[in-house]
């Protein structure tokens, strides 16, 4: 049914990242499907590029790509069925790019307890659901 999942984590979020893990891998198994981790970084405003060195955009990619790396080496998955990437921009409209870009059926995504805040202002789960291609899955606690 899924043969290609892709999984947005928040390298700071260990515990939304191993939630949102564990749902993916657990229907992975299952399917023999392609799992792929995909990290956001955040675009440095324009106003603020006077003050952060000229090479701050390479430097973030390969400190992502490393943990991405070593989050990847801790799974417990054939290794031929896992990649990572990384990506520059705003959290729903990359996972949404990547999932259109890589052909995925299906994204896991973790997510806190909605709050008040998110009712008012909207989450990166909340968005991605509301505009996916594909199906989407919403791990909680």
Not at 29 to 34: D, G, P, T
Not at 69 to 77: H, L, N, S
Request: glycine residues 4%; proline residues 6%.
């Amino acid at each position: 049914m899924y043969k290609k999942i892709l999984v947005p984590v928040d390298l700071a979020e260990n515990q939304m990242t191993q939630l949102a893990l564990a749902a993916a891998l657990s229907i992975a198994a299952v399917e023999k499907a392609e799992v792929r981790l995909l990290n956001v970084q955040p675009l440095v405003p324009v106003s603020m590029i006077d003050y952060i060195p000229p090479n701050f955009d390479d430097d973030l990619r390969q400190t992502a790509e490393r943990e991405l790396v070593e989050t990847v080496g801790r799974i417990d998955y054939p290794a031929d069925r896992l990649s990572s990437v990384v990506r520059f921009g705003a959290v729903y409209p990359e996972a949404l790019a990547e999932a259109d870009d890589w052909g995925a059926d299906l994204i896991v995504v973790g997510s806190h307890r909605p709050t008040m805040a998110t009712y008012l202002l909207g989450s990166n789960a909340t968005t991605i659901v509301r505009h996916s291609k594909c199906s989407v899955l919403v791990a909680r606690k």
